[in-house]
């Protein structure tokens, strides 16, 4: 069973900030927040994880509440090639089932608009 | 810097025939996982391993299917006797360890068709 929660599907105007809120209400303490992304029959691409700090990189924010039951990843600039199926994933950080089979669920559709 | 490799990225098979998939991890990683995923549905794990070592093989199908990851070589996803089932894309990862904090990198995956 998925442990996220993610709206189906959001669009964002090319050039905007596209917000993707994740639900994750029964987190433990010692799970990171991960974001991967699928392009059009790519691979999985890994965006940015987090366990309790607001995180940042090259291509997005990541933004956990202050009980960590819930995130928001952001990228500042979508563009076209953003278009993408974006999942939340909640996985251990120590070694173990959890920590290498994660779980993608539906995760939230991204269309970026011209 | 090379990232996942696999081969081949597109597999045709007709039934009853046998399909091996191939992957090569990153430079410096040594765990490798191999995922699957359906027509229209997510990524669902199949099987975790190290080198010359099978960790956790629950998500396979306990019939057909088997994996391996010698210690010289790629890794490899071998099925046997295939059918239309089988059809879909197999993603491999790997990581540098098992550990949670370590990022899974993902392949371009291999796409298997079965006539």
């Known amino acids: 069973d998925a442990k996220t929660t993610q709206p189906t599907s959001m669009d964002c105007a090319e050039g905007r900030a596209a917000n993707l809120p994740c639900n994750h209400s029964?987190?433990?303490?010692?799970?990171?927040v991960y974001w991967y992304r699928q392009i059009h029959s790519q691979g999985p691409q890994y965006i940015i994880h987090?366990?309790?700090n607001n995180e940042t990189n090259e291509m997005a924010s990541l933004i956990i509440t202050e009980d960590r039951k819930s995130s928001t990843l952001i990228l500042p600039h979508a563009t076209l090639r953003d278009t993408a199926v974006y999942y939340c994933?909640?996985?251990?950080?120590?070694?173990?089932?959890?920590?290498?089979?994660?779980?993608f669920g539906k995760g939230t559709k991204l269309s970026v608009i011209p | 810097n090379a990232g996942v490799m696999q081969n081949p990225r597109h597999l045709v098979r007709r039934r009853g025939q046998e399909a091996r998939l191939r992957c090569s991890p990153m430079?410096?990683?040594?765990?490798v996982y191999w995922y699957r995923q359906l027509p229209e549905e997510g990524l669902k794990f199949m099987v975790y391993?190290?080198?010359?070592?099978?960790?956790?093989e629950s998500g396979m199908p306990k019939e057909r299917f088997s994996a391996e990851f010698p210690k010289e070589g790629p890794s490899i996803l071998r099925i046997q006797q295939v059918v239309r089932g089988d059809s879909a894309a197999y993603f491999c990862?790997?990581?540098?360890?098992?550990?949670?904090?370590?990022?899974?990198?993902f392949g371009a995956g291999s796409r298997l068709t079965v006539l």
């Open positions: 029964t987190i433990s303490g010692n799970e990171y």
């Open positions: 990862a790997s990581s540098p360890s098992g550990s949670g904090a370590n990022v899974l990198t």
């Open positions: 391993l190290q080198k010359e070592n099978i960790i956790d």
């Open positions: 994933i909640v996985r251990p950080s120590n070694s173990g089932a959890g920590s290498y089979q994660l779980t």
């Open positions: 987090g366990l309790k």
């Open positions: 430079k410096g990683h040594s765990h």
